[in-house]
């Protein structure tokens, strides 16, 4: 497999941009509070990592960020437009894409062919039930620079369902990247992953995120410590802290709720 090489940049704004923005986000499941006025903002070209227990509220936030849920109350801001009220289709099309914990790629689809179909997307051809092979391999050239972007270009012919977990993962990143987002949303990009993995996500995160800004949510904290420019903690559904890693892992709140002895390694 090839290393990742540099991907192509986005535009970003003047510095100290607010990227993505959240106030008073409050999520409401048959009386349970999943979030609980969580208010951030993700500055223009960091990465941003949301960290805290099982159950902190963390994938309903991202959740709530990409439109797959509607808050119940409160607002989130892309580039300072609302986009809560939003469907997540149209919030692709604003500049916010994400990928999944759960492995959303086609496994009967080559790799390939993968990025493709997501290549459709912006284009007329999903809304044309048969399209010639002819049309689908103009979008070709963009899918292969995709894909030597993550570092699957020599993987291209093979079916998605023999990938190996972290390639699928690179793949996913890729498939993300095929809507030139300004925002990228990566849940649990690590997770499942040995030693050489993780090493290899942490540099692809790092090379997508040139000219990007990056939010991961992350189990793993030496992930977290290598990539994050700075941290939100959540507990019980509320952001309990914000700041460097140095300045969160010192904290004596999140010590107690979540980095326990770790946080003294």
Do not use: C
């Not at 500055?43 to 509220?57: C, D, L, S």
């Not at 990143?173 to 030693?195: A, C, F, H, N, Y």
């Amino acid at each position: 497999m090839t290393a990742p090489q540099a991907v192509q940049n986005v535009q970003t704004g003047p510095p100290g941009t607010i990227a993505l923005q959240a106030r008073g986000l409050v999520k409401d499941f048959r009386g349970f509070r999943a979030t609980n006025a969580v208010s951030l903002d993700i500055r223009e070209g960091e990465i941003h990592a949301i960290i805290g227990p099982n159950g902190a509220g963390k994938t309903t936030l991202f959740n709530l960020l990409s439109g797959f849920l509607r808050p119940t109350s409160g607002e989130v801001t892309l580039f300072g437009e609302r986009i809560d009220t939003l469907p997540p289709h149209a919030i692709v099309r604003r500049g916010l894409s994400r990928s999944f914990q759960i492995s959303s790629v086609f496994p009967s689809l080559t790799v390939r062919e993968n990025v493709i179909v997501a290549l459709q997307s912006p284009t007329s051809l999903p809304r044309q039930f048969w399209t010639p092979l002819s049309r689908l391999e103009a979008l070709g050239p963009r899918a292969d620079q995709i894909l030597a972007d993550v570092g699957l270009d020599a993987a291209h012919a093979r079916l998605a369902a023999d990938l190996g977990h972290g390639e699928k993962r690179q793949l996913e990143i890729g498939i993300s990247l095929t809507q030139d987002p300004r925002v990228l949303l990566l849940d649990e990009p690590t997770s499942g992953m040995g030693s050489e993995g993780v090493s290899r996500v942490i540099a692809l995160v790092r090379q997508v995120a040139r000219g990007r800004t990056v939010v991961l949510v992350e189990h793993n904290m030496s992930v977290v410590a290598q990539l994050a420019d700075r941290i939100t903690v959540l507990q019980y559904g509320q952001v309990l802290a914000s700041g460097s890693y140095d300045e969160v892992r010192r904290d004596p709140r999140v010590i107690e709720a979540y980095l326990g002895e770790e946080a003294h390694g």
